[in-house]
């Protein structure tokens, strides 16, 4: 078991490392759509590239929902053939979002250096995948 302060100083160092050894300009929160973002996650159970719609209106987190689902068949035939939809996706301090993500299906903890590199090839791939689509069908997402 890990203290909190050497948790954080591992999850820093991961993130520190991920940078260095693949520095790029992710697009991430710059998509222009507000609540709309494209995120990395890791912790002690899971690596996930995730597109999370979260705005704190309902109307406009089920309409961005919708349109990334009417586009599900491109996403999952061209870009991420495993990528999940999940419109009611709970995180861990209890928000509910919208969610659309792929998880890495190696097993994966943070705390386990020998499983970074894995994750890091993943977290390239499925990102670099997710933008494409994403830059693809901007202008029919934001219209």
């Known amino acids: 078991m890990y203290s909190k302060e050497e948790s954080a100083r591992i999850r820093k160092e991961f993130w520190t490392s991920f940078g260095k050894s693949f520095p790029r300009k992710w697009l991430l929160y710059n998509t222009k759509i ?3 973002s494209f ?5 002690k159970n899971k690596a996930m590239v995730c597109l999370d719609i979260e705005p704190k209106d309902d109307f406009y987190k089920e309409y961005y ?10 996403l999952k035939n061209e870009y991420i053939k495993d990528v999940v ?3 009611t996706y709970k995180l861990d301090n209890g928000k ?3 969610r659309i993500y792929t998880k890495m299906p190696k097993k994966f903890n943070i705390h ?9 090839e993943f977290f390239v791939k499925n ?6 689509f ?3 069908y901007e202008d029919y997402i934001k219209d």
């Open 65 to 74: 929902y919708d349109k990334i689902s009417s586009l599900k068949n491109i």
């Open 85 to 87: 939809f999940d419109a």
């Open 39 to 43: 995120k990395f996650v890791a912790d």
């Open 34 to 36: 507000k609540d709309f």
């Open 112 to 120: 386990n250096k020998n499983t970074w590199r894995n994750a890091y």
């Open 127 to 132: 990102m670099a995948a997710f933008e494409e």
């Open 96 to 98: 509910i979002i919208s």
């Open 134 to 136: 994403f830059y693809e």
